[in-house]
């Protein structure tokens, strides 16, 4: 069952083109990783399927709603929409539970200490059980991010979709961030990762998209893409980043 | 009447003008800052333009000015305004326009990725803005608006000249007859002004100790 749906999506800046023609399927419990090297629209493909972008031309369906249909709020779409951030962007002013608790509170609609569970939940679920009322700025980079994982999956979204979500940080500490993410691949967590982590994309990614200038230069599962890539511009990347 | 004593309680009378005039045009500074600079940060462009126009009208002109328009000007087109509602009218126009620039200012600081996490959330405008960003932004306000605080306390100062029996009038009043006290007078009108607005420094000091989160 396919969960997001791109069809001939184009995005331009000016004259400026970002998306030239994108198209993919991503289906139920998928890990699909995007590579591909910067300024390819790698993560403007994410923002457009959550409506953070407006899209020029093509459809987007997730979960069978049109992200182009003015029918369609923005509040359906981004609650089966889950988005974590390269730079974490937790609020700072709310502890960690609180950053977990606002949209199921604000959004949802749920009471105080269904909430409250539910956040205390998932903390719990990315190891930062003790650090519920912690401030973001009291935690690591990669506590950052975890917690940020946790308060995108409070919205029990369709979709999780990743945007570079470890290049901010050290290298000794993107572990911590991406055995959160193999967890939630796991548990069949239909995922969309915007990544550098090739290792993360073999081992874990159930299909890889390897972009550049703005159109789809390759795709299958990860042996193929990764292991015996056809086309010349993913090789020489490929030859770069590994 | 003679001496310094005796001036005492046309001072403090003269002190409790001051200080509501300085009040109601604070508050008047507030709601107009908050209103047009939640609005300039918000509305597209073309909305911010009208509004930074009057922002900038009101920021270039002598304040001192706009009292004598508003308070000499003014009934001649048949609207009677007294010394005070002119003097606290004018603060509070020329603190607003101030206000909301501190407002929009705090407001457009706070990152984009903010807005976006928020958004990605599910979170509509309003609770964006006022969940997210207006917390952090109350933050960065605080300092400036002490500051316009203190500008409106000792601006309010020219209001003794449209006739309104401020701290300063009382104490040029009593000079006037008895100069001989005017040294201790001043000094003790200076002071006046200092120790109102000093412990509003002292208290917004302790409010951002208590808001910086660790």
Do not use: W
């Not at chain 1, 590579?35 to 959550?50: A, E, F, H």
């Not at chain 1, 967590?189 to 874990?204: D, K, P, Q, S, Y």
């Not at chain 2, 409106?152 to 009593?174: K, N, T, Y």
Request: aromatic share 6%.
């Amino acid at each position: 069952m396919t969960i997001v749906s791109l069809a001939h999506v184009k995005k331009s800046y000016g004259a400026h083109t970002v998306l030239a023609d994108i198209s993919l399927d991503v289906g139920q419990g998928e890990v699909c990783c995007i590579i591909g090297p910067s300024g390819s629209g790698k993560s403007t493909v994410l923002r457009c399927i959550n409506r953070l972008v407006p899209i020029d031309a093509g459809e987007i369906i997730v979960d069978g709603l049109s992200v182009t249909d003015p029918g369609v709020s923005d509040v359906a779409l981004r609650r089966r929409v889950g988005m974590v951030f390269q730079q974490f962007n937790l609020f700072p002013h709310l502890t960690a539970l609180d950053n977990v608790m606002l949209a199921p509170r604000k959004v949802r609609g749920l009471d105080a200490a269904a909430a409250r569970e539910l956040g205390l939940g998932l903390l719990a679920k990315v190891g930062l059980g003790e650090k519920a009322a912690s401030y973001p700025a009291q935690l690591s980079g990669g506590q950052q991010q975890r917690v940020a994982i946790a308060r995108a999956l409070a919205m029990e979204p369709r979709v999780m979709l990743f945007d570079e979500a470890t290049s901010a940080l050290d290298p000794e500490i993107t572990g911590e961030v991406l055995a959160v993410m193999k967890q939630l691949a796991r548990e069949h967590i239909t995922m969309i990762c915007v990544t550098h982590e090739m290792g993360f994309a073999r081992e874990v990614g159930t299909h890889v998209i390897f972009m550049d200038g703005g159109v789809v230069v390759e795709e299958g599962p990860p042996s193929e893409v990764l292991g015996a890539p056809k086309h010349e511009r993913t090789r020489s990347f490929l030859a770069k980043v590994l | 009447m003679h001496g310094y004593a005796s001036a005492l309680p046309a001072l403090l009378r003269g002190l409790g003008v001051t200080f509501a005039i300085a009040s109601v045009a604070m508050i008047v500074a507030v709601v107009l800052g908050f209103a047009f600079g939640i609005v300039r940060s918000q509305a597209p462009r073309a909305f911010d333009l009208p509004i930074l126009a009057v922002v900038e009208f009101f920021r270039g002109i002598p304040l001192l000015v706009l009292m004598y328009f508003l308070f000499f000007g003014l009934p001649q087109l048949g609207v009677r305004t007294s010394g005070g509602v002119a003097a606290v009218a004018a603060l509070g126009l020329y603190a607003g326009a101030l206000g909301s620039e501190i407002v929009r200012g705090a407001i457009v600081s706070i990152p984009r990725g903010q807005r976006e996490a928020a958004a990605a959330l599910g979170l509509g405008r309003a609770q964006s803005l006022g969940l997210v960003i207006l917390p952090q932004a109350l933050r960065r306000m605080l300092p400036p608006f002490v500051a316009l605080f203190a500008l409106i306390v000792e601006s309010s100062s020219l209001a003794s000249l449209i006739g309104v029996s401020d701290l300063l009038e009382a104490a040029r009043q009593h000079v006037e007859s008895d100069d001989a006290v005017a040294l201790p007078i001043y000094l003790t009108v200076l002071v006046a002004y200092f120790l109102i607005n000093f412990p509003v420094s002292l208290l917004s000091r302790r409010l951002e100790r208590r808001l910086a989160r660790p």
